[in-house]
Nanobody, 126 residues
Framework: VQLQASGGGLVQAGDSLRLSCAAS????????IGWFRQAPGKEREGVSCISRHGDTTYYSDSAKGRFTISKDNVKNTVYLQMNSLKPEDTAVYFCAAQTLYGFTRLCLMDYEYSYWGQGTQVTVSS
């Protein structure tokens, strides 16, 4: 599976962005998808993840209440709607796919994933 993240940009604090993760080469029905981010000088962290059929989602504490992950299996795309953005949300955002059996909060851990897309930069100014 090939993944392409897009939708990043430069916004002000309080603004919203919607990131997209488009898949090609296969159907997303077979994959759980996670969104991760990495800020300069920091480790990559899990932001949100969604199960194969889109019926189970998890969020990091920093994303909960502000971000919403969704999946459109017809368009073969996963979205991350980010509202009330803060300067600390500034990072490169990546999407990744996994095929592991079962779907738990461990989906926020990057070692769960075998396939990674290129990132998209999100910059939030204060």
């Amino acid at each position: 599976v090939q993944l392409q993240a897009s939708g990043g940009g430069l916004v002000q604090a309080g603004d919203s962005l919607r990131l997209s993760c488009a898949a090609s080469g296969t159907t997303l029905d077979d994959y759980g998808i996670g969104w991760f981010r990495q800020a300069p000088g920091k480790e990559r962290e899990g932001v949100s993840c969604i199960s194969r059929h889109g019926d189970t989602t998890y969020y990091s504490d920093s994303a909960k209440g502000r971000f919403t992950i969704s999946k459109d299996n017809v368009k073969n795309t996963v979205y991350l709607q980010m509202n009330s953005l803060k300067p600390e949300d500034t990072a490169v955002y990546f999407c990744a796919a996994q095929t592991l059996y079962g779907f738990t909060r461990l989906c926020l851990m990057d070692y769960e994933y075998s396939y990674w897309g290129q990132g998209t930069q999100v910059t939030v100014s204060s």
